[in-house]
């Protein structure tokens, strides 16, 4: 069996969309679970992180406005409209989530229904049948 791989701070930082120093801090606070190396720099074990993504997941849409939508699109990405392209049928409508840039194609009409513009918050919800995943 491979050895569990472990982040440092920095690296879980970026896995979970915060700055460095929020991730020090939930370390600091015992939130998300931490220990050294032979150097002394601090470490999160890749399940540790995993479940506390999963947690802070939970905690972040619990602390949402409102009652979630029904959908059984189960993967949400919270984030700030960046582009909004229109053509005469169709519009290309990009976030910015966190380190994710999402891109969907949609008709005109329900931009404009739903007031699309640039800096507007907006979740992507993405129900794909096909998903790769890459070995990073």
Known sequence: MPHMRSYTI????????????????????????????????????????????????????????????????????PGIITAVKLGDVAAQVEIQAGPHRLVSLLTREAVEELGFEVGMEAVARVKSTNVHIDRA
Do not use: C
């Open 10 to 77: 920095g690296q879980a930082a970026r896995l979970l969309g915060v700055s460095p120093d929020t991730a020090r801090r939930w370390a600091d606070a015992g939130r998300m679970r931490t220990h050294r190396d032979e150097s002394g720099k601090r470490l999160i074990d890749g399940r540790d992180l995993a479940a506390f993504s999963v947690a802070l997941a939970e905690e972040s849409g619990a602390a949402e406005d409102g009652e979630a939508p029904y959908t059984s699109a189960r993967n949400a990405f």
